[in-house]
């Protein structure tokens, strides 16, 4: 159990690694540039600034996929194994999802919901073309985009131009075709569906700046279209409806607009919107003030991180000299699962509110897709690490987890922390919050804490043992996902916040997604972009996007909180030397690892 969980946040960090890896170089290669052609002193500051943090959150990443290695390492040899389970035959978990899941409403609508049995297949031009619309052309289910035949209307449409519906869904279509079926008209506005899935993927295949000054550009042409018809009436729906676009972009993909080139665009266009209708200037005001206090937020969260982990930093040195000087007892803090459980759920409530749907898709752009890589400039990249601060919580979380057991000095008390985050997990299950119980699992799993055997001979491993069950990663986490769809439910018919909280785990959601984008191609034979894939990324996303609107209805602990977020905690060679110190080294193996361990603290 604990090697499968290690296993997926082991992928999972790898991939982030990879993607900072390239964020780093790409920094690097255009201050070098920068440095041949101009005296050291012309370099900005802010781009040193964003060098070093650059290189910092590279650097805590790339530990944490150390760790977790060195982690995985002894757990997949088997070094050392907790006695008193019994150990079970596994099936290694597939990456990707076992079913597809069915669309459910959300604060984005049901995605595709109109059906057209009649056509099983057929081409249309997009919404916005200033060409008659009237051809309509169809395809049998088996034919190929090759064999098209006009039905009706008299013009004849170019198969690389259109827009391919099957069954009254759009499945693929030129990137200019898609583009333009974003863009609307006086008499047109497109489905909020199809917004958030064209801005959520098409940036694996053009940069937001781009795509917003392509959609600016279309924009023009229909103002300049409707004031040439000099109709007055169609010009003021034009500009509401660019307005409204524009407000659906901004609400949901706020971080695009950390980009000055997109504020810029931004600028522009509701300027403009607001000349040919002034009753939309109050509307575009809004909207500005609104972005503006959803970036400020964001730069707060960033700064309040920031000082965390410098925390961090200076109280793991005092803790790995004296232990005991500033490490307290958990249970000392707080001994009620139920409050504990409820303190995690806040924090992971609060790190989940501030992931942008787009950096799902942005940390795990494979290398063939990111065809524009070596010429990618840094401020095309991704714009946050919210993400990155998530998977990392969790990670501490389960440290966390073992550095408070293998702390006590009798195992008396381990065995009463041990039972009291077996408590927590549990209650955690019943709330909803996944993911703190899968840390917590991970937590007991970790080879310094499964092998204190004596430790574990004084628990009672019942509740553990209905809890590992269901986490249980047999036929691809099948218990948790059937788990996971029975919270979906309580969700939907909540009357109350508390009912409707749903914290999925987050890296097996990770891994879904990338199994999603990595096994189907994003372009078709024809150059089309394969938009069926990208209806499939949306209805996913969507759903972390509707999880993400709920509040957490418990009372704040501040004490507990900043417990949890600031207490220090021992990795892989300190935790072992500890778990070494409650219970001493049994076999070959154990004793080699504790003379080595022992060598290099002598030698530091």
């Known amino acids: 159990m604990g090697s499968d969980l290690l296993a997926i946040q082991l992928e999972v960090t790898s991939m982030l690694l990879d993607a900072e890896r390239r964020k780093l170089l790409a920094l690097q290669r255009e201050m070098g540039a920068l440095q041949r052609l101009s005296c050291p002193g012309d370099i900005n500051p802010e781009q040193v600034s964003d060098l070093e943090r650059q290189q910092l959150n590279h650097s805590r990443i790339k530990l944490q996929y150390e760790r977790l290695e060195q982690e995985y390492r002894f757990a997949a040899q088997g070094i050392i194994r907790r006695s008193s ?40 031009m997009p919404q916005t073309s200033a060409r008659d619309l009237t051809t309509v052309i169809r395809l049998s289910a088996g034919e190929s985009n090759g064999g098209v035949s006009t039905e009706t209307g008299e013009n004849e449409l170019d198969a690389s131009e259109a827009l391919i519906y099957q069954d009254g869904n759009l499945v693929s279509g030129s990137l200019e075709a898609l583009t333009q079926h974003l863009v609307p008209t006086p008499d047109y506005y497109p489905e909020r569906t199809y917004i958030f899935a064209f801005l959520l993927s098409s940036r694996l295949f053009i940069k937001p700046h781009e795509l917003l000054e392509e959609v600016c550009k279309q924009c023009r042409l229909q103002m300049k279209l409707t004031e040439d018809r000099q109709d007055k009436a169609a010009e003021g729906r034009l500009g509401s409806h660019i307005v409204q676009l524009i407000s659906e972009w901004t609400e949901v993909f706020a971080y695009d607009f ?262 189907c191609s994003n372009k078709l034979q024809n150059g089309h972009v394969r938009f069926e894939k990208f209806w499939q990324l949306a209805r996913q996303v969507t759903s972390f996007c509707t999880w993400q609107q709920v509040e957490c209805p418990f009372e704040r602990h501040r004490k507990v909180l900043n417990y949890l977020l600031t207490a220090p905690v021992f990795y892989e060679d300190s935790l072992h030397l500890v778990s070494f110190d409650c219970e001493g080294p049994e076999n070959h193996l154990e004793k080699e690892r504790f003379k080595t361990l022992k060598s290099q603290l002598l030698d530091q």
């Open 85 to 124: 389970v019994s150990q079970k035959s596994r099936s290694q978990p597939s990456l990707g999802m076992k079913t597809t899941p069915k669309s459910r409403p959300s604060i984005f609508g049901t995605l595709t919901k109109e059906r057209s049995p009649k056509n099983k297949r057929r081409l249309s």
């Open 258 to 519: 950390r980009d000055e080139r997109m504020l810029k665009h931004l600028k522009d266009i509701t300027q403009r919107c607001s000349i040919i209708n002034e009753n939309q200037r109050k509307t575009v005001g809004q909207i500005m003030q609104t972005l503006v206090r959803k970036l400020s937020v964001l730069d707060k969260y960033e700064h309040v991180l920031t000082k965390i982990n410098a925390s961090l930093t200076d109280r793991l040195r005092v803790l790995k000299t004296n232990p005991h000087a500033i490490q307290k007892d958990i249970l000392n803090v707080c001994n009620d699962p139920v409050v504990m459980a409820q303190q995690l759920t806040h924090i992971e409530m609060e790190r989940i509110s501030h992931i942008g749907p787009e950096e799902f898709v942005q940390s795990f752009v494979s290398k063939d897709v990111a065809e524009w890589d070596e010429r990618t400039l840094f401020q095309d990249m991704k714009k946050t690490s919210n993400l990155e601060a998530y998977v990392e919580w969790f990670n501490r979380l389960s440290y966390m987890v073992a550095t408070e057991i293998c702390m006590p000095v009798k195992k008396k008390h381990r065995a009463r922390v041990i039972e009291f985050f077996i408590d927590v997990a549990r209650e955690c299950f019943n709330i909803g919050n996944f993911n703190s119980l899968m840390a917590i699992i991970a937590g007991l799993n970790m080879s310094p804490v499964a092998r204190l055997k004596k430790t574990w001979s004084k628990v009672d491993t019942c509740k553990f043992d209905v809890l590992e069950h269901q986490m249980d990663p047999t036929s691809n986490f099948s218990n948790y996902r059937a788990s996971l769809m029975a919270a979906l439910h309580r969700a939907a018919g909540a009357h109350s916040n508390r009912e409707r909280i749903v914290i999925p785990f987050f890296s097996l959601m990770v891994k879904d997604i990338y199994f999603l984008n990595e096994t």
